[in-house]
């Protein structure tokens, strides 16, 4: 099996910075793309930011030159950084992987439990 395991979410006032990281663990060949998503209250879920397995990266453009998503291949965990938070960030934010479990075997993407993040004003 595969699992994501975040850290990092919390309280912090508008203006303020988190870190959240995001482990992953289990049956892995490889990982292809990473990313976290967010999900308000009474909204959908949305994509934060991507990066793929060539360090390529997209971010949603609310999140644009506050927010940084980076990975680390050998310890297989990615990294956002959010600096200059506001409270429409407020949101559980996930963390996502497409892993390819084997050799041959096509990557399935996998969710972890998601991280409360609260800005306040």
């Known amino acids: 099996q595969v699992q994501l395991v975040e850290s990092g979410g919390g309280l912090v006032q508008a203006g303020g910075s988190l870190r959240l990281s995001c482990a992953v663990s289990?049956?892995?060949?490889?990982?292809?793309?990473m990313g976290w998503y967010r999900q308000a209250p009474g909204k959908q879920r949305e994509l934060v930011a991507r990066?793929?397995?060539?360090?390529?990266?997209n971010y949603a453009d609310s999140v644009k030159g506050r927010f940084t998503i980076s990975r680390d291949n050998d310890k297989n965990t990615v990294l956002l950084q959010m600096n200059s938070l506001k409270p429409e960030d407020t949101a559980v934010y996930y963390c996502?992987?497409?892993?390819?479990?084997?050799?041959?075997?096509?990557?399935?993407?996998?969710w972890g439990q998601g991280t409360q993040v609260t800005v306040s004003s």
């Open positions: 996502a992987a497409d892993v390819q479990r084997r050799i041959f075997f096509s990557a399935q993407r996998y």
């Open positions: 289990g049956s892995i060949f490889s990982i292809n793309a």
């Open positions: 990066i793929d397995n060539a360090d390529n990266t």
